[in-house]
């Protein structure tokens, strides 16, 4: 398990390169990922109430105001105390500046400010903090909706969060995963991988069948989408990934 100083999350690297992923310019024509991912869950959830969200593993918190632009109330909550300080920075300052990857030793100063993204009347209604999906606080439960975008398999345990989170739902509520499956042990040891693998008879076992195993009991499987996203990681060096998202209804 990543510790505070281990954590690639906590670097101001990767504060950059999430606040630009999030908050900066689109690339190849791919909208942005965490508004994409906040309408597609505004929209799945949509014969639900609608008050209460839960955005976990929230990063530098785009989503999490996006969904407070239709929910009463949002919880945005992120392992990476670096991460959710922009969030809140948002909140109090109305604006946030990080760095941005130029060509090897350059970097780059961005500003961008809440009311660019129409966040600015609904910030309020955001409560961020740091926490662990895999031992999450009591108080953080009956969700309508619970988002957890690109997380599981950055997860030290991901069966502690998927195991349990329907314990933290109203009922009918929706919970919508994205993960493009990337499953590495330096994040996740391979006894706890949630398919990626081969079983001990040589049977492959692919995430959403492994998900559908362990959510099955207490979710239906509404439906599946790819979502794709592009990070930016120098002016000439970019990830283009495909998430695949899937929709759960909570039995
Ligand atoms: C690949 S990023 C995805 C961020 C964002 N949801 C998105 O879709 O772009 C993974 C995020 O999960 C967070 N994370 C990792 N382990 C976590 C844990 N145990 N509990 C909560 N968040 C965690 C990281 O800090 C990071 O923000």
Not at 40 to 68: H, M, R, V, W
Not at 104 to 109: A, V
Not at 153 to 176: A, C, T
Request: charged share 25%; glycine share 8%; aromatic share 14%.
């Amino acid at each position: 398990m990543n510790t505070k100083e281990t954590n690639i999350y906590e670097t101001d690297e990767l504060v950059g390169q999430y606040c630009d992923f999030q908050y900066g310019d689109e690339y190849f024509g791919v909208t942005n990922f965490a508004k994409a991912c906040a309408h597609k869950a505004i929209e799945y959830s949509k014969n639900t109430p609608q008050k209460k969200a839960l955005d976990l593993g929230c990063a530098t918190g785009y989503a999490s105001f996006e969904l407070a632009k239709k929910f009463d109330y949002v919880d945005g909550i992120d392992y990476s105390q670096a991460f959710v300080n922009v969030g809140s920075e948002f909140q109090k300052a109305g604006r946030i500046s990080y760095t941005q990857n130029g060509e090897g030793e350059i970097k780059n100063r961005k500003e961008v400010a809440i009311d660019d993204f129409g966040f600015g009347a609904v910030s309020d209604k955001v409560h961020f903090s740091q926490g662990d999906a895999c031992a999450l606080n009591p108080e953080f439960t009956e969700y309508d909706l619970i988002m957890a975008t690109n997380l599981i398999d950055r997860l030290y345990q991901p069966h502690l969060f998927l195991k349990s989170i329907h314990e933290r739902l109203n009922e009918n509520g929706i919970l919508v995963l994205t993960s493009p499956y990337t499953w590495k042990e330096e994040y996740t040891a391979k006894e706890f991988w949630v398919g990626g693998y081969a079983d001990e008879n040589g049977k492959e076992i692919t995430t959403l069948n492994a998900l559908i195993d362990m959510l099955g009991e207490n979710f239906e499987l509404v439906t599946t989408e790819d979502v794709p996203f592009v990070i930016r990681e120098t002016p000439r060096k970019f990830q283009y990934t495909i998430s695949q998202m899937s929709v759960w209804k909570k039995k």
